[in-house]
Every structure is written in C-alpha cells, then in structure tokens.
C-alpha cells in the first residue's frame, strides 16, 4: 500500500476533536483526506472548531509530522435530540451469528487485518491471486476489534475503513491502492455504541464504479439487533 492502515488516522483525527475542552456534542460526520503516507515517527494533531452554533459545532483536523500535514479532517459534531426515526437501509437477512462463523485467518497478513476479528459470511479476501474476475465485490461479514474493545466512536471510524479494497475481491489480482478520502457518517449516539459492547458487528461493503485508476466503495456497520450504526463512503486510487 502507500501508507499504514487508514482507519486510525481516521481514529486519531476524530479522537483529537473528541478530548477537545470546546467539542460540543456527539460526531454526525467525519471526512478524511489522505495528503500523503504516514512516516513512522512523531504525529501531531491539530483540532480546532470554526464554528459553533446552538446544536451542531464544524471542525477543521490536521495530522501534522516533520515533512508538514499528511492528512486532514472536517467533522461535524451535534447534540442529538429525540425526533421521528426511521430507516431505509436493509440489513442482510439470514446471516449466521458471528459464532458460526469461521475467522478468517490473518497469520501473514500486515498489522491491522491481525487487529480485527473478521468472519466472512461472502466476499472473504481471496485465498489467493489467481486473476478469476468476478462479478460483483460484495462482502459481507461479523467484525469487531482485536483484542476486544467497547464500541465508541474512535473505533466506529476506524471500523469503516475495515473493508478490504474491492478490487482485490472483484479482479482478486494484485494492485497498488490508496484510499484518497474517507467519509463516515455516524448514524448512532453514544447509548447504543454501549448496548454494543465488544460484540461484533455486522459488515457490508460493495463499489460503484471503477474508472481511470480510481474506484469508490460503500459501507454500512450493524449492530447485532439491526440498528443501523454507521455507513461510509471513500476513494480508492489503484495503479496494476
């Protein structure tokens, strides 16, 4: 790849806004944009609110180190309120529970797939290489930190950047990638990230449209019961 695991840089960007003396509320949304690979070594980040209303509060977040800003933020935070409620998405049906399901291996894999246990129910990484395209990059799958981790919202961020790149299920062939920009909007508040716990949640990614070394890819993060937590949206840069 052409840096470490985006999902916590995304984490640190959104946990730097959340210890914020001045953060109002919970986050509703996190864009991230990923300037340049992340060196090992010293990272700073640099929070600050451009505007507070009476509910909602905008951020700018940067993640500074020696050679200037490698990635950068907005984030919406909001003080929720109790209104009308409803959802449109459809959570798969007829999945087996995540006990059923074998974990996927990850003994030689890079650090952050080992960070996660991952149980495929379709779309698992391929096994191997072999250049079979398929016809579709749908995966869907039980996920959840590794070790065991409460739910909140720094792992909710990094969970939606947990999908492998979807080329390789669709093309399943090597391919140099880099996720551009990662947008996360988070559906669920604080309360029903604790009824989670350190349970698993469910999974689905897919992508749009692949084009001129470029692809997107969607997901959404379920809870155990069917409440929709969290859905994403990022830009993949490929080179094969």
């Not at 944009?33 to 507070?52: E, H, K, Q, S, Y």
């Not at 990094?158 to 080329?167: C, G, K, N, T, V």
């Not at 990614?205 to 929709?228: I, M, V």
């Amino acid at each position: 790849m052409v840096g470490p695991f985006g999902g916590t840089t995304s984490a640190q960007l959104l946990q730097s806004a959340m210890l914020h003396p001045e953060r109002l509320g919970e986050p509703v949304a996190l864009t991230v944009n990923f300037a340049a690979p992340v060196a090992d070594g010293d990272i700073r980040f640099l929070a600050r609110p451009v505007r507070t209303n009476r509910s909602t509060q905008h951020w700018i977040i940067e993640a500074h180190q020696a050679e200037g800003v490698v990635a950068t933020a907005t984030a919406v935070f909001a003080v929720r309120r109790e209104t009308w409620s409803d959802v449109e998405a459809v959570m798969p049906g007829n999945v087996p529970a995540p006990d059923a399901v074998p974990r996927m291996p990850t003994r030689g894999f890079p650090a952050w797939p080992q960070r996660y246990d991952m149980r495929f129910v379709e779309g698992a990484f391929p096994t191997a290489f072999d250049e079979q395209e398929q016809t579709h990059s749908r995966s869907t799958l039980w996920v959840r930190d590794e070790p065991e981790r409460a739910l909140d919202f720094a792992s909710l961020a990094a969970l939606s950047d947990s999908f492998f790149p979807r080329i390789y299920i669709r093309r399943r062939r090597r391919a140099m990638i880099g996720t551009v920009s990662l947008t996360t909007y988070f559906h669920a508040d604080s309360a029903l990230l604790a009824q989670v716990g350190t349970r698993h949640v469910l999974g689905v990614a897919k992508a749009l449209n692949y084009r001129h070394g470029y692809f997107d890819q969607t997901g959404e993060l379920w809870s155990p019961e069917g409440q929709l937590l969290a859905s994403t949206h990022q830009l993949v840069y490929f080179k094969d």
